[in-house]
Structure formats: structure tokens, C-alpha cells
T-cell receptor, first 115, second 112 residues
Framework: DAGITQSPRYKITETGRQVTLMCHQT?????MFWYRQDLGHGLRLIYY???????DKGEVPDGYVVSRSKTENFPLTLESATRSQTSVYFC??????????????FGEGSWLTVV | GQNIDQPTEMTATEGAIVQINCTYQ??????LFWYQQHAGEAPTFLSY????GLEEKGRFSSFLSRSKGYSYLLLKELQMKDSASYLC?????????????FGRGTSLIVHP
């Protein structure tokens, strides 16, 4: 039971480089999310996807790109990394429906440092 | 939009009881989650409240008052392993999106 997996778990990159964080889930959940977590800010939603080929912006989308060609994968790309994007990134998935308490399941996180 | 407020940090003694509060202001409400997050790990689900009242689950209980925009997480018989961050998340009811918004979390330190 793999659940939801992220890669890489740890990454150091230079300012201006492109970085892609991968996310894969085995539950066939319709919703997938990318959050970043920074001290003092908690979990902030970057992008989310309600289904394959459907993506939408969250609270802090600037500087990030996502795609979802397959239900199980939801990669996050930093097109030109900046130091302010140093953070812990969590991918998550869920079956969000009206009137239900379906929880969000998180991956183990990707620690990204931009130098 | 939504505004969620939790204390930043709390400390408690092993074996004691601690209550972590969460207040929220939201244009629509469809439930409140509590998550636990140990340092360096992913958040994990603790509880979900959609109706007023207390939900008990072992040593952890969660309470909700929708009219007051208020919830609390009650941890009994505290153990050292309960040292973690506790995240409150509110699920909206409007706009066709049911994506929870997270508070900044409360860091709980349990000492002997």
C-alpha cells in the first residue's frame, strides 16, 4: 500500500534553475494538491487539481506550474527557482465531495533549498 | 475568505490534559478538521467535526460550536509522543470547492 509518494525527498538547487517535484498516488483520488509549509505561515495551498487535465490556483501560485495528464501524477515545477521558494513541499490527495468529511492524505514532503 | 486563529505554542506536563483552541471566520462552513504533525513528518488526520458537540476518540476529543466559530482539541493523559504541531483546518461550503484552509498550527511541547 504505497499511498502517496513524493520525489525527491531532499533537493538543493541554485537560483534560476528549473526544478520539478514529483507526486504519485495509488488511491485514484480525484483531487490532488500541492502545499508549501514555512515557519510562521503554516500550510499554504499552491495549486490543486480536481481531476486529470483540470488544475486551479491556490493561495500562492506565483512561480509554480503544475500539470495533471494522469489521475495518479501531479508534478510541481518551479520554472526559475528563487530563494523565497526554499520550503517544505507537501503533495496531498483526497476524494473531496459535498457533504462529506473525506480527509486529505499527505505525502512525506520534499525539502527544497534554493541557494 | 476564511480566517483561522490558533495559539502558536503551548506547553503541558506528561499525564495532564491540554485544550488547543481554534477560532474561525468563514463565509460558509462545511466541517472542521484537526491534524497532527510531528517534526519533519507529514500531517496526519485526527478528527472531523461538522455538527456541534464533542467527538471522542480515545485520548483525543474534538469539540465544535458553529454559532461561535470555535473548536477545540482536547488531549488527555498526555504522553511525550504527543509533542507535535496541531493543525486546525476549515472546510468551506460555498463556491463548489470544498478544499480546507489550514490554520498556522499550534506547537505543543509535552515535558516530563
Amino acid at each position: 500500500d504505497a499511498g502517496i509518494t513524493q520525489s525527491p525527498r531532499y533537493k538543493i538547487t541554485e537560483t534560476g534553475r528549473q526544478v520539478t517535484l514529483m507526486c504519485h498516488q495509488t488511491w485514484s483520488h480525484s483531487y490532488m494538491f500541492w502545499y508549501r509549509q514555512d515557519l510562521g505561515h503554516g500550510l499554504r495551498l499552491i495549486y490543486y487539481s480536481a481531476a486529470a487535465d483540470i488544475t486551479d490556483k491556490g493561495e500562492v501560485p506565483d512561480g509554480y506550474v503544475v500539470s495533471r495528464s494522469k489521475t495518479e501524477n501531479f508534478p510541481l515545477t518551479l520554472e526559475s527557482a528563487t530563494r523565497s521558494q526554499t520550503s517544505v513541499y507537501f503533495c496531498a490527495s483526497s476524494e473531496l465531495t459535498a457533504g462529506s468529511g473525506n480527509t486529505i492524505y499527505f505525502g512525506e514532503g520534499s525539502w527544497l533549498t534554493v541557494v | 475568505g476564511q480566517n483561522i486563529d490558533q495559539p502558536t505554542e503551548m506547553t503541558a506536563t506528561e499525564g495532564a490534559i491540554v485544550q488547543i483552541n481554534c477560532t474561525y471566520q468563514t463565509s460558509g462552513f462545511n466541517g472542521l478538521f484537526w491534524y497532527q504533525q510531528h517534526a519533519g513528518e507529514a500531517p496526519t488526520f485526527l478528527s472531523y467535526n461538522v455538527l456541534d458537540g464533542l467527538e471522542e476518540k480515545g485520548r483525543f476529543s474534538s469539540f465544535l460550536s458553529r454559532s461561535k466559530g470555535y473548536s477545540y482539541l482536547l488531549l488527555k493523559e498526555l504522553q511525550m509522543k504527543d509533542s507535535a504541531s496541531y493543525l486546525c483546518a476549515v472546510r468551506p461550503a460555498s463556491g463548489g470547492s470544498y478544499i480546507p484552509t489550514f490554520g498556522r498550527g499550534t506547537s505543543l511541547i509535552v515535558h516530563p
